[in-house]
C-alpha cells in the first residue's frame, strides 16, 4: 500500500522559534500534498493544498506567510511553522494522492506543542 | 459552517454485531464521500469510498450507503470486532469541481467501541 511518513513525530519548541514539518511519499510520486490540522477532540481542518512546483493553495482563514509550504519534488512537501506561538500548537497531519489514483493517503502526523 | 456533520460523539456496540455511524452533509457540490478509521496520534486511514452516482458500496465487513435526497451517509460494519475500535471519520470532496480536486471536508468523527 501507499506510505506516507511524516517528521518528526513530535516536537516542541519555544515561542517565537520556526519549525519544519517533513511529509515524503516513500513508495509513490505525487504532485499534489495537503496539509491538514486537527486540535483536540475536533475535526480535521485542510490548511493548504501543496503542489509540486508551484505555490501552495491556501484556505481561508489561514496565513501563508506563517505556515510555509514548499513542494519541491514529487514525494516530498515541507510546511513550515514561523514564529510559532502557543495556539500553534495542534497535531498536523499531511496526505498525499499517488499519481492516476483518487484517495489520499495519510501520514502518521506531527505533535507540535509551542511553549 | 460544519458542511459535514456526526451527531454521534460516540458508538458502543457488542462485538459480532452491526456497527452503524452516520454522516449528514450540507453542500450539494459534494459528489465523492469517503470514510476513515483513525487511532490517537496517528494519521487515518482510508476504509472504503462512494461515488454520488452510486448508493452503496460494500467492501468485506464495510458497506457504505449513501442517501443523496437526504444528503446522508453511513458506514455498517459487520460483524463489528474489537480491533474495529477507533475515531471513524466521514470526509466529502466536490470532486466535480475541478479546482477542488482532493480537498476533503471532514466530519467531527465518532468514536467506536466495540466489546468483547
Known amino acids: 500500500g501507499a506510505v506516507v511518513s511524516q517528521h518528526p513525530s513530535r516536537v516542541i519548541c519555544k515561542s517565537g522559534t520556526s519549525v519544519k514539518i517533513e511529509c515524503r511519499s516513500l513508495d509513490f510520486q505525487a504532485t499534489t500534498m495537503f496539509w491538514y490540522r486537527q486540535f483536540p477532540k475536533q475535526s480535521l481542518m485542510l490548511m493548504a493544498t501543496?503542489?509540486?512546483?508551484?505555490?501552495?493553495?491556501?484556505e481561508q482563514g489561514v496565513e501563508k506567510d506563517k505556515f510555509l509550504i514548499n513542494h519541491a519534488s514529487l514525494t516530498l512537501s515541507t510546511l513550515t511553522v514561523t514564529s510559532a506561538h502557543p495556539e500553534d500548537s495542534s497535531f498536523y497531519i499531511c496526505?498525499?494522492?499517488?499519481?492516476?489514483?483518487?484517495?489520499?493517503?495519510f501520514g502518521p502526523g506531527t505533535r507540535l506543542t509551542v511553549t | 459552517d460544519q458542511q459535514v456533520k456526526q451527531n454521534s460523539p460516540s458508538l458502543s456496540v457488542q462485538e459480532g454485531r452491526i456497527s452503524i455511524l452516520n454522516c449528514d452533509y450540507t453542500?450539494?457540490?459534494?459528489?465523492?464521500f469517503l470514510w476513515y478509521k483513525k487511532y490517537p496520534a496517528e494519521g487515518p486511514t482510508f476504509l472504503i469510498s462512494?461515488?454520488?452516482?452510486?448508493d452503496k458500496n460494500e467492501d468485506g465487513r464495510f458497506t457504505v450507503f449513501l442517501n443523496k435526497s437526504a444528503k446522508h451517509l453511513s458506514l455498517h460494519i459487520v460483524p463489528s470486532q474489537p480491533g474495529d475500535s477507533a475515531v471513524y471519520f466521514c470526509?466529502?470532496?466536490?470532486?466535480?469541481?475541478?479546482?477542488?480536486?482532493?480537498?476533503?471536508?471532514f466530519g467531527q468523527g465518532t468514536i467506536l467501541t466495540v466489546h468483547p
Open positions: 496526505s498525499a494522492i499517488p499519481l492516476g489514483q483518487y484517495e489520499q493517503y
Open positions: 462512494i461515488s454520488s452516482i452510486k
Open positions: 453542500n450539494s457540490m459534494f459528489d465523492y
Open positions: 501543496s503542489n509540486e512546483g508551484s505555490k501552495a493553495t491556501y
Open positions: 470526509a466529502a470532496s466536490a470532486e466535480s469541481g475541478g479546482t477542488s480536486y482532493g480537498k476533503l471536508t
